[in-house]
T-cell receptor, first 115, second 113 residues
Framework: NAGVTQTPKFRVLKTGQSMTLLCAQDMNHEYMYWYRQDPGMGLRLIHYSVGEGTTAKGEVPDGYNVSRLKKQNFLLGLESAAPSQTSVYFC??????????????FGSGTRLTVV | AQTVTQSQPEMSVQEAETVTLSCTYDTSESDYYLFWYKQPPSRQMILVIRQEAYKQQNATENRFSVNFQKAAKSFSLKISDSQLGDAAMYFCASGGGADGLTFGKGTHLIIQP
């Protein structure tokens, strides 16, 4: 049972480069989320999706775009990377959202460094 | 908007002792859940315990228990008989809708052997 898989696990980008982080889940979850984790800041929500074809902004969406073309995949894109986007990125999924008391299943994270 | 505050950036406890991590939250949701997650050096986020806000009884999972004070919007985590494997970052989180969980900034727990 793979759960939530994030690729890549590590990446170094130069300022201005673009990249896409992939999150894949095999649990038929409706809800998917992208968070970033910075030292002393906890986890902050970037974007989320409540179903295939839908996306919404979270707390810190600037500089990121997302797509959910297939239910099992949630992509996070950086069009022009900046050093401020150096962070650890977590994807999470949930069957019916928090109120269903399922909480989240997290991926293992992607460490991104922008130089 | 929800806010979650963890006022202890770091805590230290002797092995086998009991430690309590504090968390306060603010939400406008009428129905919500509260969570504690553990993040060891492996970076993996591990669910420790969850509490439904409409339940008055405090949740318990083996050595982990919570003290949920709804009126005070307080949700502390007590770890009994601390073990070396409990050393990690601990995050408190609150959520009540589709827009996901709001996390605190975390408490770094150190276990002294």
């Amino acid at each position: 049972n793979a759960g939530v898989t994030q690729t890549p696990k590590f990446r170094v980008l130069k300022t201005g480069q673009s990249m896409t982080l992939l999150c894949a889940q095999d649990m038929n979850h409706e809800y998917m989320y992208w968070y970033r984790q910075d030292p002393g800041m906890g986890l902050r929500l970037i974007h989320y999706s409540v179903g295939e074809g839908t996306t919404a902004k979270g707390e810190v969406p600037d500089g990121y775009n997302v797509s959910r073309l297939k239910k099992q995949n949630f992509l996070l894109g950086l069009e022009s990377a900046a050093p401020s986007q150096t962070s650890v990125y977590f994807c999470a999924s949930s069957f019916l959202g928090v109120l269903a008391n399922y909480g989240y299943t997290f991926g293992s994270g992607t460490r991104l460094t922008v130089v | 908007a929800q806010t979650v505050t963890q006022s202890q950036p770091e805590m230290s406890v002797q092995e086998a002792e009991t430690v309590t991590l504090s968390c306060t939250y603010d939400t406008s949701e009428s129905d919500y859940y509260l969570f504690w997650y553990k993040q060891p050096p492996s970076r993996q986020m591990i669910l420790v315990i969850r509490q439904e806000a409409y339940k008055q009884q405090n949740a318990t999972e083996n050595r982990f228990s919570v003290n949920f004070q709804k009126a005070a919007k307080s949700f502390s985590l007590k770890i009994s008989d601390s073990q070396l494997g409990d050393a990690a970052m601990y995050f408190c989180a609150s959520g009540g809708g589709a827009d996901g969980l709001t996390f605190g900034k975390g408490t770094h727990l150190i276990i002294q052997p």
